[in-house]
């Protein structure tokens, strides 16, 4: 069962539409990443307040890349439409922050692991609650 899950992934019918998620989402980690670090440590910040406004200025990035090619078969056209699927993606990735957040503070404060580091696992284990949710309600597939 888990095998056929797991080629399903590779070979089946969402598996382009995710392996676009994936990619898009490796581009918007890599700014968030540069936008933490640049947060914490040219401006100061704490890392859980960096991480935060990291997070919020990658949405819409993920947004506007994800309509245009991860769901370009449902994409959100018109102004309309569009605004209400970034309304939709923000309250979507709004409620991941709390996971990615509480997972940013075990990996540093608990593993001691370096915040950069740590994010990157953040966003790896609340990507899933995000595809799955954009998908079914911000874009309907």
Not at 10 to 20: E, H, I, K, S, T
Not at 73 to 96: C, I, M, P, Q, S
Request: some cysteine; glycine content about 8%.
């Amino acid at each position: 069962m888990i095998r056929s899950f797991l080629r399903s992934l590779v070979d089946g019918p969402f598996a382009p539409q995710l392996r676009r998620f994936v990619a898009v989402g490796i581009v918007a980690a890599g700014v968030q990443i540069v936008l933490l670090w640049a947060f914490v440590d040219n401006a100061g910040l704490h890392y859980l307040l960096g991480a935060l406004l990291a997070i919020e200025c990658t949405i819409v990035l993920s947004y506007v890349l994800n309509n245009a090619w991860t769901f370009r078969a449902h994409r959100n056209t018109g102004t309309g439409e569009y605004l209400v699927g970034l309304l939709k993606t923000n309250v979507v990735r709004g409620t991941a922050i709390p996971i990615q957040i509480a997972v940013l503070f075990a990996f540093v404060e608990v593993v001691n692991v370096s915040y950069l580091v740590a994010n990157g696992f953040a966003i790896a284990i609340s990507g899933v609650y995000r595809y799955v949710l954009d998908a079914r309600w911000t874009w309907g597939t």
